[in-house]
C-alpha cells in the first residue's frame, strides 16, 4: 500500500507510479554529481527524491579500503560483496518507494553490465516500479584527470590524501570496470529501455523511449546544466518605499538608502571584473530602478516579479492580522502552502520560477536582482533546502550573494554593502493551534458559561477555562484566531503532546 501524503505539490501528480533512476557508467563520470543535483532539483519542484549511493553500502560492508583490486572482475569474493550489496541497497529504494512516501529514487552506481541492469529491472518490475536510466559517458582525459583531482582524492576511500597514490590507484580502478563495461545501445539489447545519455559533459545526448512527463522534465533539465565555472549573483532590490512602511508587494519606488544601494552595488559589480556578466530584474520598478544604475544592458522578466499577495497586495502584516485574521493565522500554519485569496503561494512561486532555474544552470555569469519570496525560492534550490525552510530563509536587503557551484553543493559568499536598511525578515512564528470548543454543561440562554473546555485541532492538547465569558455566544466549530475573545493558543516549535 502507498502510504497517503496529506500535502500533494503539482508535481506529485506527474509521476503516476514510483520511479527508479539508474546512473550509469565508469568510475570519475560525473555520476554521482548528476544524482545529487538531479535530486535537488526533484526536490525543490515538490517530488520527493532521495539518493542511494552504491558506494556508500559498500564502505559500510568493507570497513578499509585496500586497493583497486577489489574491483577486479575476477576477485569472486570482492563480487559477491559488491552484488550484496547492491541488493540490501534495492532494498532500501523498495522501502523509500513503498513506504516512505519516496516518489523517485536515484541509484548512484556504476551498472556498467547487462547483468546488473537485468538484476535491477528485474527489481522494479516485481514491485511495479518504472526505470529511467542515465548513462554518463566521457572519454576526455583532461576531464576525468579534473573529476579524479577534485572529489576522489577527497574520498573515505583515499584517508592519505597522497594525490599521485589516488590518480594512480583510481586509473586502475577504471580499467577494471573497462574490461566488462556494457554501454546501452538504442539500437540492439537496449532499444525498449528508458534511458539519456550523456556524452562528454554535455557536449551531446542521446534519448530514447521516454515514458512519462516527469521523465521528459529529467531529460529536459540534463540537457541544460553544465559544469563550467561561474557564478550566481542574488540580491534584492534595494530598499522602497513601501520596505520603510512594511507594506507587502506593490510597486514602490527606491527609498533614498535604496538608491545609495544601486550605487553601491554598481561599485561591487565593477570589482568583479565580469566581462560577460549578464543582468536580470522583474518588471517591477525597484529592481528596475536598481539595475538602472549599473550603467549595462539587462533583461526584464516577469517571471521574476514578488509574490502576488492578492488581496494583502500593499498592507503590512498588521493590517492582514486585523482584517484577515483567519488568513493571517492559517499562512503562519504552512507559510508554503498557503495561498493568499487571488494571489499565490511559495509552491506557486516555485513552478514559476523553473524557467529561470533552467536558465541560470546554463548560462555563464549573472546578476538576478529580484525580490524576498523570488530570492527565497531560487537561494532554497542552490542550497538544497526543504519547504518547511525555505519561507523562512534570511535575505536582507542591500546584500549580495555570490555563488559559485562546487564538486556536490555550492559555495555561498555574502557582501554587505554597508548601506542601512529596514529588516523585512518575519520569523518562523511558534506553532499556532486552532482551538475546538466543547461546554458542558449546555446553558440555554446564558452568556456565563460556568464549565468550558477546549481542545486543540493541532496538537488536540485539552484546555480548561473556569467561567469563560462567551459574550458572543456558544461556538460549535472550530474557533479561528481572536474570536470570542480567545486568542489563538501558540506552542513552541518543538512541542509535543
Same mark, same amino acid.
Given at each position: 500500500?502507498?502510504?497517503?501524503?496529506?500535502? *500533494?505539490? %503539482?508535481?506529485?501528480?506527474?509521476?503516476?507510479?514510483?520511479?527508479?533512476?539508474?546512473?550509469?557508467?565508469?568510475?570519475?563520470?560525473?555520476?554521482?554529481?548528476?544524482?545529487?543535483?538531479?535530486?535537488?532539483?526533484?526536490? %525543490?519542484?515538490? =517530488?520527493?527524491?532521495?539518493?542511494?549511493?552504491?558506494?556508500?553500502?559498500?564502505? /559500510?560492508?568493507?570497513?578499509?579500503? *585496500?586497493?583497486?583490486?577489489?574491483?577486479?572482475?575476477?576477485?569472486?569474493?570482492?563480487?559477491?560483496?559488491?552484488?550484496?550489496?547492491?541488493?540490501?541497497?534495492?532494498?532500501?529504494?523498495?522501502?523509500?518507494?513503498?513506504?516512505?512516501?519516496?516518489?523517485?529514487? =536515484?541509484?548512484?552506481?556504476?551498472?556498467?553490465?547487462?547483468?546488473? #541492469?537485468?538484476?535491477?529491472?528485474?527489481?522494479?518490475?516485481?514491485?511495479?516500479?518504472?526505470?529511467?536510466?542515465?548513462?554518463?559517458?566521457?572519454?576526455?582525459?583532461?576531464?576525468?584527470?579534473?573529476?579524479?583531482?577534485?572529489?576522489?582524492?577527497?574520498?573515505?576511500?583515499?584517508?592519505?590524501?597522497? #594525490?599521485?597514490?589516488?590518480?594512480?590507484?583510481?586509473?586502475? #580502478?577504471?580499467?577494471?570496470?573497462?574490461?566488462?563495461?556494457?554501454?546501452? /545501445?538504442?539500437? /540492439?539489447?537496449?532499444?525498449?529501455?528508458?534511458?539519456?545519455?550523456?556524452?562528454?559533459? +554535455?557536449?551531446?545526448?542521446?534519448?530514447?523511449?521516454?515514458?512519462?512527463?516527469?521523465?521528459?522534465?529529467?531529460?529536459?533539465?540534463?540537457?541544460?546544466?553544465?559544469?563550467?565555472?561561474?557564478?550566481?549573483?542574488?540580491?534584492?532590490?534595494?530598499?522602497?518605499?513601501?520596505?520603510?512602511? +512594511?507594506?507587502?508587494?506593490?510597486?514602490?519606488? !527606491?527609498?533614498?538608502? +535604496?538608491?545609495?544601494?544601486?550605487?553601491?552595488? $554598481?561599485?561591487?559589480?565593477?570589482?568583479?571584473?565580469?566581462?560577460?556578466?549578464?543582468? %536580470?530584474?522583474?518588471? !517591477?520598478?525597484?529592481?528596475?530602478?536598481?539595475?538602472?544604475?549599473?550603467?549595462?544592458?539587462?533583461?526584464? %522578466?516577469?517571471?521574476?516579479?514578488?509574490?502576488?499577495?492578492?488581496?494583502?497586495?500593499?498592507?503590512?502584516?498588521?493590517?492582514?492580522?486585523?482584517?484577515?485574521?483567519? /488568513?493571517?493565522?492559517? #499562512?503562519?500554519?504552512?507559510?508554503?502552502?498557503?495561498?493568499?485569496?487571488?494571489?499565490?503561494?511559495?509552491?506557486?512561486?516555485?513552478?514559476?520560477?523553473?524557467?529561470?532555474?533552467?536558465?541560470?544552470?546554463?548560462?555563464?555569469?549573472?546578476?538576478?536582482?529580484?525580490?524576498?519570496?523570488?530570492?527565497?525560492?531560487?537561494?532554497?534550490?542552490?542550497?538544497?533546502?526543504?519547504?518547511?525552510?525555505?519561507?523562512?530563509?534570511?535575505?536582507?536587503?542591500?546584500?549580495? !550573494?555570490?555563488?559559485?557551484?562546487?564538486?556536490?553543493?555550492?559555495?555561498?559568499?555574502?557582501?554587505?554593502?554597508?548601506?542601512?536598511?529596514?529588516?523585512?525578515?518575519?520569523?518562523?512564528?511558534?506553532?499556532?493551534?486552532?482551538?475546538?470548543?466543547?461546554?458542558?454543561?449546555?446553558?440555554?440562554?446564558? !452568556?456565563?458559561?460556568?464549565?468550558?473546555?477546549?481542545?486543540?485541532?493541532?496538537?488536540?492538547?485539552?484546555?480548561?477555562?473556569?467561567?469563560?465569558?462567551?459574550?458572543?455566544?456558544?461556538?460549535?466549530?472550530?474557533?479561528?484566531?481572536?474570536?470570542?475573545?480567545?486568542? $489563538?493558543?501558540?506552542?513552541?516549535?518543538?512541542?509535543?503532546?
Amino acid at each position: 500500500m502507498r502510504p497517503n501524503i496529506t500535502e *500533494k505539490t %503539482w508535481a506529485y501528480y506527474m509521476t503516476n507510479s514510483p520511479l527508479l533512476i539508474v546512473l550509469v557508467g565508469l568510475p570519475a563520470r560525473g555520476k554521482t554529481y548528476i544524482s545529487k543535483k538531479l535530486t535537488r532539483y526533484l526536490n %525543490w519542484i515538490g =517530488v520527493p527524491t532521495k539518493v542511494f549511493n552504491l558506494g556508500a553500502y559498500r564502505r /559500510e560492508a568493507v570497513q578499509s579500503y *585496500k586497493s583497486y583490486d577489489f574491483f577486479r572482475h575476477d576477485n569472486e569474493e570482492a563480487m559477491k560483496i559488491r552484488t550484496q550489496c547492491a541488493l540490501v541497497a534495492l532494498q532500501d529504494v523498495k522501502t523509500y518507494l513503498s513506504k516512505e512516501g519516496g516518489q523517485i529514487a =536515484v541509484f548512484d552506481a556504476t551498472n556498467t553490465t547487462r547483468e546488473r #541492469r537485468a538484476l535491477i529491472l528485474n527489481f522494479a518490475q516485481e514491485n511495479s516500479f518504472k526505470v529511467f536510466f542515465v548513462e554518463s559517458v566521457c572519454d576526455d582525459p583532461e576531464v576525468i584527470a579534473e573529476n579524479i583531482m577534485e572529489v576522489k582524492v577527497s574520498s573515505p576511500d583515499y584517508p592519505e590524501r597522497d #594525490r599521485e597514490l589516488v590518480m594512480d590507484d583510481f586509473l586502475k #580502478r577504471i580499467e577494471c570496470y573497462k574490461v566488462t563495461y556494457e554501454p546501452l /545501445e538504442p539500437d /540492439e539489447h537496449d532499444m525498449n529501455l528508458s534511458f539519456i545519455k550523456v556524452i562528454n559533459v +554535455g557536449r551531446r545526448f542521446l534519448v530514447n523511449k521516454v515514458q512519462d512527463s516527469i521523465q521528459s522534465k529529467i531529460v529536459y533539465y540534463l540537457m541544460n546544466i553544465h559544469v563550467h565555472t561561474h557564478s550566481i549573483y542574488l540580491c534584492r532590490h534595494g530598499e522602497s518605499l513601501h520596505n520603510l512602511e +512594511g507594506r507587502l508587494g506593490g510597486d514602490s519606488g !527606491l527609498s533614498e538608502r +535604496g538608491k545609495k544601494f544601486a550605487v553601491e552595488l $554598481k561599485a561591487f559589480v565593477n570589482e568583479q571584473n565580469l566581462s560577460d556578466l549578464k543582468v %536580470w530584474t522583474s518588471q !517591477l520598478k525597484p529592481t528596475i530602478q536598481t539595475a538602472e544604475e549599473l550603467g549595462v544592458p539587462y533583461e526584464q %522578466w516577469k517571471i521574476l516579479n514578488e509574490i502576488d499577495a492578492g488581496v494583502c497586495e500593499e498592507m503590512t502584516y498588521a493590517m492582514i492580522e486585523e482584517k484577515y485574521p483567519e /488568513e493571517f493565522a492559517m #499562512r503562519d500554519e504552512d507559510k508554503y502552502h498557503y495561498r493568499y485569496p487571488g494571489g499565490e503561494s511559495y509552491q506557486d512561486l516555485v513552478q514559476r520560477l523553473e524557467p529561470v532555474i533552467m536558465e541560470l544552470e546554463r548560462q555563464g555569469n549573472v546578476l538576478v536582482i529580484c525580490h524576498q519570496a523570488v530570492m527565497r525560492c531560487l537561494l532554497a534550490y542552490f542550497l538544497d533546502k526543504g519547504a518547511d525552510d525555505l519561507p523562512y530563509m534570511k535575505c536582507p536587503l542591500h546584500t549580495v !550573494l555570490k555563488l559559485t557551484p562546487v564538486a556536490y553543493g555550492c559555495k555561498v559568499e555574502m557582501f554587505d554593502l554597508k548601506v542601512e536598511a529596514v529588516n523585512t525578515h518575519r520569523d518562523r512564528p511558534l506553532v499556532s493551534c486552532f482551538l475546538y470548543k466543547k461546554v458542558r454543561p449546555s446553558p440555554s440562554a446564558s !452568556l456565563k458559561i460556568k464549565y468550558v473546555f477546549l481542545r486543540c485541532v493541532t496538537c488536540q492538547d485539552r484546555i480548561d477555562l473556569l467561567g469563560a465569558d462567551l459574550s458572543l455566544g456558544i461556538p460549535t466549530k472550530i474557533i479561528p484566531y481572536d474570536i470570542y475573545l480567545l486568542k $489563538k493558543v501558540r506552542r513552541s516549535p518543538s512541542y509535543t503532546k
